[in-house]
């Protein structure tokens, strides 16, 4: 097969590496990719290829995918799947992995995400949404804090507000209304806030059938102790150990159900859960692979991912069937100082083939490019994502550590603790 990867993150990285594996991929391009997408060995003797196709330009896509005569497209990120590439894809008789823009709703507005989880009687957060401030202030009065504010729209991850106190929330409908997340924010979902650990459950779906992978647990804040911003994830580990087997039970329960209320859904559905007091419920839906979920998911994956994803895009549920290596994987996120704020780019980085000489461990790119003498540089927050597999979770964790020592670059950040809350049990969540 030859196939196009879209996307330039981690995520497409465990991806495009997970593809590479299989004997069935002839050729493999990734669109635009990063310093660690490009050259990725096949079985054939081939190798990966960064290429610079616009990957929200449906047409110039397309017009790529009949150059090269590509089989299948797996699209990476959510923005492409929101602006309805696999639309244009899919009309033209291509193979997609990704859903259309009508499905992508589910993550393109999180108003539109909370109407389907009340029809599918699918447990969430209770919320109100508006379309205009004073409704919205008078409801946070009404409701108290603490109390979550949403921009409706795509906002990068930025658009959530865990308010603590009735003026924050108040700073935070008006930021919304005063434009502060762009058309994003001018509808507004104010929601009760939920309490418990997070566990995000990745699933493919397609035929109406929802078939889960490993449960995984991200780390979003950006410092040790889950103290600083928000980022787009710090480190990550799957399986995950606190889950009780009632909790993924339930967890594997919705993601069927929401499965069943999306026929022409092909591609991953995420499940965003928070494990409350009451049972699992869901805190957002994401219509894609999560970011650095992918990277601690896909290299316990057993089945040919070509296989996993031929299937799904051709709604054919009954070919998937899936083996899981009975392995722990932790990854440690290696960012440039200051992020999430600003940071530079351009510093050297070394040690990656050191780092991955060391036994279960791999690297995958993120923030990474080569500069013009051919050295790998840093080119975003995110820079590495260190994946180690282990025999337990302890194994997994030490050699993901051991790892990141081996990397040096100008700036180097990390969290210390991925995992320490899991290995120290349920009782370390407030
Ligand atoms: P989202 O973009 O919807 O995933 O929200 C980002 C983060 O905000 C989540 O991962 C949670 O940590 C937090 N969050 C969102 N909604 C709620 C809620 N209703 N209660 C508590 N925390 C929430
Ligand atoms: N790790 C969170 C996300 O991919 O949305």
Redesign the pocket.
């Known amino acids: 097969m030859n196939i196009l990867v879209l996307g330039s993150g981690g995520r497409e990285h465990a991806i495009t590496w997970a593809l590479a594996k299989s004997p069935r991929t002839e050729s493999l391009y990734v669109a635009p990719g990063n310093g660690g997408t490009e050259g990725i060995a096949l079985a054939n003797g081939g190798a990966s290829e960064n290429v610079k196709v616009d990957q929200m330009d449906a047409q110039a896509v397309l017009d790529f995918v009949k150059e090269r005569e590509i089989d299948l497209v797996v699209i990476g990120p959510e923005a492409p799947l929101v602006a309805g590439v696999a639309d244009v894809l899919r009309d033209a008789g291509v193979l997609v992995y990704g859903p259309n823009a009508a499905e992508a709703q589910l993550e393109g507005s ?1 108003a539109y995400a909370k109407r389907f989880m009340d029809r599918n009687n699918i447990p ?2 209770a ?1 109100a949404d508006f379309t205009e401030e004073a409704p919205a202030i008078a409801y946070v009065e009404e409701q108290g804090a ?1 109390i ?1 504010i ?1 921009a409706d729209g795509l ?1 990068a ?1 930025k ?2 507000v ?1 308010a603590e106190t009735l003026e924050d929330a108040k700073d935070a409908v008006h930021a919304c209304f005063d434009g502060a997340f762009g058309e994003a924010g001018s509808s507004v979902v104010i ?5 418990g650990p ?1 566990c995000s459950m990745l699933s493919f779906v397609t035929g109406s059938k929802s078939f889960p992978m490993a449960p995984s647990q ?1 780390h ?1 804040r950006a410092y040790d102790g889950d103290t600083g911003p ?1 980022t787009g994830g710090m480190g990550v580990y799957s399986p995950v150990p606190i889950v009780t087997d009632d909790e993924m039970a339930t967890m594997v329960e919705i993601m069927d159900r929401a499965a069943a209320a999306i026929p022409d859904y092909k591609g991953t559905l995420y499940g ?1 859960f ?1 494990l409350t007091p009451a049972g699992p ?1 869901i ?2 839906f ?1 219509v894609r692979f999560g970011d650095p979920e992918t990277q601690v998911v896909l290299p316990r994956l057993d089945t040919d991912l070509v296989d996993v994803m031929e299937a799904v895009a051709k709604g054919d549920a009954d070919a998937i069937d899936l083996d899981w290596l009975d392995s722990w994987a932790v990854c440690v996120v290696l960012a440039s100082d200051g992020y999430p704020g600003d940071y530079e780019k351009g510093k050297i980085i070394r040690g990656v083939e050191d780092a991955e000489a060391l036994e279960g461990v791999t690297v995958f790119h993120a923030g990474t490019t080569h500069n013009t003498e051919g050295e790998l540089v840093t080119s975003g927050g995110r820079v590495l994502n260190v994946v180690a597999l282990g025999d337990t979770f302890e194994a997994a964790r030490d050699k993901a550590y051991e790892a990141c020592d081996l990397i040096e670059f100008d700036g180097k950040q990390l969290r210390h603790d991925i995992g320490l809350k899991a290995l120290l049990g349920r009782d370390s969540w407030k």
Request: glycine share 12%; proline share 4%.
């Open positions: 999180k969430t957060a919320y603490p979550v949403k906002a991850g658009g959530v865990v929601e009760e806030c939920m309490r997070e991200d979003k928000n965003g928070m419920k805190v957002e994401n």
